[in-house]
C-alpha cells in the first residue's frame, strides 16, 4: 500500500491548499483519512520510512549551492535552503509523531534534546544539514509503536475533517515525500 513521491506530493498540495483557503472544495473533508483508509500500522511504515530515506539520500546528493541562504523565486515567493527544509522537516515530524502518539493514548516519543534543537528552521551547511536529516530514524520510532495501538481513534479537525492516529502516522509520509519534491527543485536550481 505505499504510495510513490510524486503521489504524495499531489496528495500535500491539496492539503496545504486545504489548509490555507477557506474557499478550498476540500476544506474539512477528511482527504487524509480517506488515503489513509484500510492500512494498518504497517502501512504508513512502509511509506514514510522510505521518504525519510528518500530525504536524506536527497540531501547528500545536493550541490552545495543548495545549503546556501537561497534568492526569492520568480515570483518572489521564499525559497528554503536545504537545511531549511530538513530542520521544517523534523520540527513537524516531532509534532505529527506527537499527535498520533496522543491519539493512539501513547506516551509521548520522547526526542532527544539534539533532534528537538534540529527543528529550528535555519540555514545549515552540508555536513549539519546530513547530520539533522540522519536524527530521526522512523523505522525505530514505529518499531516501538505496539502492534494493537489504537490506530483508529479520532477527532475532527475544522480544515481537516476526521483524523486518526492512523491518518497522523500516513501524513508524515506525506509530508515527507512534499519536501522530498522541493529538494528536488532545489537541485534542478542549481544544475
Known amino acids: 500500500m505505499?504510495?510513490?513521491v510524486t503521489e504524495l506530493g499531489a496528495l500535500a498540495d491539496r492539503l496545504q491548499e486545504q489548509g490555507r483557503n477557506e474557499d478550498s472544495p476540500d476544506r474539512g473533508r477528511p482527504l487524509l483519512d480517506e488515503a489513509?483508509?484500510?492500512?494498518?500500522l504497517a502501512d504508513p511504515r512502509a511509506t514514510a520510512v522510505p521518504m525519510r530515506q528518500?530525504?536524506?539520500a536527497g540531501v547528500q546528493t545536493l550541490p552545495d549551492e543548495a545549503f546556501a541562504d537561497q534568492p526569492a523565486d520568480a515570483e518572489g515567493n521564499e525559497v528554503w535552503s536545504a537545511g531549511e527544509v530538513i530542520t521544517h522537516c523534523n520540527f513537524v515530524l516531532m509534532r505529527f509523531a506527537e499527535r498520533a502518539a496522543g491519539m493512539m493514548g501513547l506516551p509521548e516519543p520522547g526526542w532527544p534534546d539534539e533532534l528537538a534543537a534540529s527543528?529550528?528552521?535555519r540555514v545549515l551547511d552540508k555536513d549539519a544539514?546530513?547530520?539533522a536529516a540522519e536524527l530521526i530514524d522512523l523505522g525505530v520510532w514505529f518499531d516501538r509503536i505496539?502492534?494493537?495501538a489504537d490506530?483508529?481513534?479520532s477527532e475532527e479537525l475544522p480544515r481537516f475533517g476526521n483524523v486518526s492516529g492512523r491518518t497522523w502516522l500516513y501524513f508524515m509520509a506525506v509530508h515527507?515525500?512534499?519536501h522530498v519534491e522541493q529538494l528536488e527543485e532545489l537541485r534542478a536550481a542549481h544544475s
Open 2 to 4: 505505499t504510495a510513490t
Open 36 to 40: 489513509s483508509q484500510g492500512m494498518t
Open 54 to 56: 528518500a530525504l536524506i
Open 119 to 121: 527543528g529550528e528552521q
Open 129 to 131: 544539514t546530513i547530520a
Open 146 to 148: 505496539p502492534a494493537d
Open 151 to 153: 490506530i483508529e481513534s
Open 176 to 178: 515527507e515525500a512534499d
